[in-house]
């Protein structure tokens, strides 16, 4: 039973556009929104996170939006770039981080 | 820093073997997690400890079990392995104080395992 619905399954994208890549939750105990990339071969890496007390959080090309009342979260990457053609996967979280659940992943490929 | 390191990076095992995995962290961290990771199932939480001598289950636990004697390391065994459990096995530590800045899982790099 997945807990974090993600979507889209794959995502090809032109180098200087946009990726967006949705996440919808249903555990309204969760309390923390970390969003990973991962490269082939490699482990995760936090990529940016979110508390459910903003609505948007901004790193560089990066931005996460949360919409509390409908449970859902996504990332947007502006200005597209081949070397961020990664897997990414959304993640939720409650108690203080004691208990992480995965969304199924998004593959992305920019293309140059 | 090393960060998280995971021993071995690779295995093949036959059904009913036993294995166990070894996650090594430098980083002081208190909590510790094992994730298996199956293609279109993104990672799935095996068994996390929230610090030394404590343990406890994720949303997958079943055919394997965990010890955390020392802080930095955590344990992750296979009693009788199954062709089920043919993954890749992530292992993450974080230091979690409920600060954005440091609410953070430091991944190690996998162990792939096979079970024939």
């Known amino acids: 039973q997945q807990q974090v619905k993600q979507s889209p399954q794959s995502l090809i994208v032109q180098k200087g556009g946009i990726s967006i890549i949705n996440c919808a939750y249903e555990?309204?105990?969760?309390?923390?929104f970390p969003w990973y990339q991962q490269f082939p071969g490699k482990g995760p890496a936090l990529l940016i996170a979110?508390?459910?007390?903003?609505s948007e959080k901004k790193e560089g090309r990066f931005t996460i939006s949360f919409n509390k009342s409908a449970k859902q979260f996504s990332l947007h990457i502006m200005d597209s770039q081949p070397g961020d053609s990664a897997t990414y996967f959304c993640?939720?979280?409650?108690?203080?981080?004691?208990?992480?659940?995965f969304g199924p992943g998004t593959r992305l490929s920019v293309l140059p | 820093n090393a960060g998280v390191t995971q021993t071995p990076k690779f295995r093949v095992l036959k059904t009913g073997q036993s294995m166990t995995l070894l996650c090594a962290q430098d980083?002081?961290?208190?909590?510790m997690y094992w994730y298996r990771q199956d293609p279109g199932m993104g990672l799935r939480l095996i068994h996390y400890?929230?610090?030394?001598?404590?343990?406890a289950k994720g949303e997958v636990p079943d055919g394997y079990n965990v010890s955390r004697l020392k802080k930095q390391n955590f344990l992750l065994g296979l009693e009788s392995a199954a062709p089920s459990q043919t993954s890749v096995y992530f292992c993450?530590?974080?230091?979690?104080?409920?600060?954005?800045?440091?609410?953070?899982?430091?991944f190690g790099p996998g162990t792939r395992l096979t079970v024939l």
């Open positions: 993450a530590s974080s230091e979690w104080r409920g600060r954005p800045s440091t609410d953070t899982q430091y």
């Open positions: 555990n309204t105990a969760f309390d923390y």
């Open positions: 979110i508390r459910p007390d903003v």
């Open positions: 993640a939720a979280s409650r108690n203080y981080g004691q208990n992480f659940v």
């Open positions: 980083m002081n961290h208190e909590y």
């Open positions: 400890s929230v610090g030394e001598g404590t343990t």
